[in-house]
């Protein structure tokens, strides 16, 4: 941050990047790097055999007949798509709901901050994985332990993040707010909260990814039901390794997809905050 010419005491939100294209481009021009390396070495030196380590064509061609086909067999992931879509989205807006409720009561009193949010900060450093045993122990081999999990992973980044932003709020707004007449409910609705959006979004981008891994662990362990996890499974039950690496593909996707939806939300708020400015 610089100071303003016009007045020395207010910074100036600097530009943050390169230009947008520039981005792009440079994102496209890697992607094809990849895309090359993976041809030459399995279609050109073939230097493993399809069934290990399958090239390009194969696994699009996995990619077109999940997707769009028109056989009895085909379309399977488009269904494994939307399954998998709806269970994380559940998981999420439940997760965001309640991380927003709890990360708020920490915020404001300080025993309930010293102790929960030790003990989440402890809960986050487990792999999502390793709670599914219990999920399923605790509610059945069912979509309720998927969503469980799903829930769990991304209540606690968005209660952690809830509670930072809040503290994190400049003394000074807290001070004008009182000046003004602000109770302790209108302060932390009216002043704190709104002040500690750009953080707490930042928040909501790390539960998204959060969940979204502990979905497709959690599918794994869920048979019969429509799910990218499912062709995981199936993938690896029928050594169909063309199948595997074109649903990892499509996970990898629609995760990145999501987040930057939420990363354009965020820098879309971080402009309006006078946080940055666009390139």
């Not at 016009?6 to 094809?32: C, D, F, H, I, K």
């Not at 952690?160 to 709020?169: E, H, K, R, T």
């Amino acid at each position: 941050m610089t100071a303003s010419p016009l007045n020395p005491e207010r910074p100036v939100a600097v530009r943050s990047g390169p230009p947008r294209w520039q981005t792009l481009l440079t994102q496209l021009t890697g992607l094809l790097i990849i895309v090359g390396l993976w041809w030459l070495v399995t279609d050109v030196l073939k230097l493993y055999p399809p069934y290990v380590f399958p090239g390009p064509k194969a696994v699009w061609t996995e990619v077109s007949y999940g997707l769009w086909g028109t056989g009895p067999q085909d379309g399977k992931l488009l269904s494994a798509i939307g399954g998998s879509l709806r269970r994380v989205l559940t998981g999420y807006v439940i997760a965001v709901l309640l991380g927003v409720v709890v990360g708020l009561l920490m915020g404001a009193w300080r025993p309930l901050r010293t102790t929960l949010g030790a003990y989440l900060t402890g809960i986050q450093s487990v792999p999502s994985i390793a709670f599914v045993p219990f999920a399923i122990l605790f509610l059945g081999l069912n979509e309720r332990a998927v969503l469980f999990v799903v829930i769990l992973e991304g209540f606690i980044p968005v209660a952690l993040a809830v509670s930072g932003a809040l503290l994190n709020v400049p003394p000074a707004l807290r001070v004008a707010g009182r000046t003004l007449g602000a109770g302790s409910l209108s302060l932390m609705l009216r002043v704190l909260l709104p002040a500690s959006v750009p953080s707490i979004l930042t928040g909501l981008r790390t539960a998204w990814s959060f969940s979204w891994r502990a979905l497709v662990g959690g599918e794994l362990l869920i048979a019969g039901a429509a799910s990218l996890g499912e062709q995981l499974e199936i993938g690896r039950n029928t050594a169909n390794v063309a199948l595997v690496l074109a649903t990892i593909i499509i996970i990898g996707v629609i995760g990145g997809m999501f987040d930057a939806v939420l990363r354009a939300a965020e820098t879309r708020v971080r402009r309006d905050y006078g946080l940055e400015v666009p390139a």
